[in-house]
């Protein structure tokens, strides 16, 4: 299976990944404390990471690859931005890697501490040919489960609506016949139009 950054990034942000037992390729063991922040922008794939090395607290960035050369192909080690990067997370492990400051980075393998179930279901998913890629799933969802997330999302649903019912009695100093005409107003124009019938309604 193609695995690519975009999965790895979102195993990492995730934890899909087991915790237990993580260590370095130079065998040190790791602990993740903290994944740190998704960055949309340039730079490192996560910022404000926590992560833990034997006793020690390191406090950085991380930043991800397919290989770990690929650290080299997009030319890092010549940019000072990575300096702060304090783990380098790869899906496999054909070089060791150093920074701007010529110091050499943690390696962690993630293909190492990731299920295969985890992968299969991706890729499942992934060549589905349905609009909704995980329509398949539904049936192997444990009834009561789909039960009660039905309802959960019946009763969140239900609070949403009467939060906004309660802005518009308060608006209306806790006139309920005015708060009526201008929810029925608004339910009226449902879906695209809902706030345009409610300023009318008001």
Same mark, same amino acid.
């Given at each position: 299976?193609?695995?690519? /950054?975009?999965? +790895? %990034?979102?195993?990492?942000?995730?934890?899909?990944?087991?915790?237990?037992?993580?260590?370095?390729?130079?065998? /040190?063991?790791?602990?993740?404390?903290?994944?740190?922040?998704? #960055?949309?922008?340039?730079?490192?794939?996560?910022?404000? @990471?926590?992560?833990?090395? !034997?006793? &020690?607290?390191?406090?950085?960035?991380?930043?991800?690859?397919? %290989?770990?050369?690929?650290?080299?192909?997009?030319?890092?080690?010549?940019?000072?931005?990575?300096? #702060?990067?304090?783990?380098?997370?790869?899906?496999?492990?054909?070089?060791?890697?150093?920074?701007?400051?010529?110091? @050499?980075?943690?390696?962690?393998?993630?293909?190492?501490?990731? /299920?295969?179930?985890?992968?299969?279901?991706?890729?499942? +998913? $992934? &060549?589905?040919?349905?609009?909704?890629?995980?329509?398949?799933?539904?049936?192997?969802?444990?009834?009561?489960?789909?039960?009660?997330?039905?309802?959960?999302?019946?009763? /969140?649903?239900?609070? $949403?609506?009467?939060?906004?019912?309660?802005?518009?009695?308060?608006?209306? &100093?806790?006139?309920?016949? !005015?708060?009526?005409?201008?929810?029925?107003?608004?339910?009226?124009?449902?879906?695209? #139009?809902?706030?345009?019938?409610?300023?009318?309604?008001?």
């Amino acid at each position: 299976m193609l695995v690519t /950054e975009n999965l +790895m %990034q979102f195993i990492w942000k995730l934890r899909l990944f087991r915790a237990n037992g993580l260590h370095s390729t130079d065998g /040190e063991p790791l602990a993740v404390v903290h994944v740190g922040q998704y #960055n949309t922008d340039s730079g490192p794939d996560f910022l404000m @990471s926590h992560i833990r090395c !034997k006793d &020690n607290d390191w406090f950085g960035h991380v930043e991800m690859h397919i %290989q770990s050369s690929d650290w080299d192909r997009h030319c890092h080690q010549e940019d000072t931005v990575y300096n #702060n990067v304090i783990l380098h997370v790869v899906w496999r492990n054909d070089k060791v890697i150093y920074r701007n400051d010529g110091t @050499s980075i943690p390696t962690l393998v993630l293909s190492e501490y990731v /299920e295969q179930h985890l992968l299969e279901r991706y890729s499942t +998913m $992934m &060549n589905a040919k349905s609009s909704i890629p995980c329509e398949f799933q539904l049936g192997s969802i444990d009834l009561f489960k789909k039960s009660m997330w039905l309802s959960t999302l019946a009763v /969140e649903r239900l609070e $949403m609506k009467v939060q906004q019912v309660l802005l518009i009695l308060d608006q209306f &100093n806790t006139d309920w016949e !005015k708060t009526l005409w201008v929810w029925i107003c608004r339910c009226i124009g449902l879906k695209v #139009n809902a706030d345009t019938f409610q300023e009318l309604g008001e």
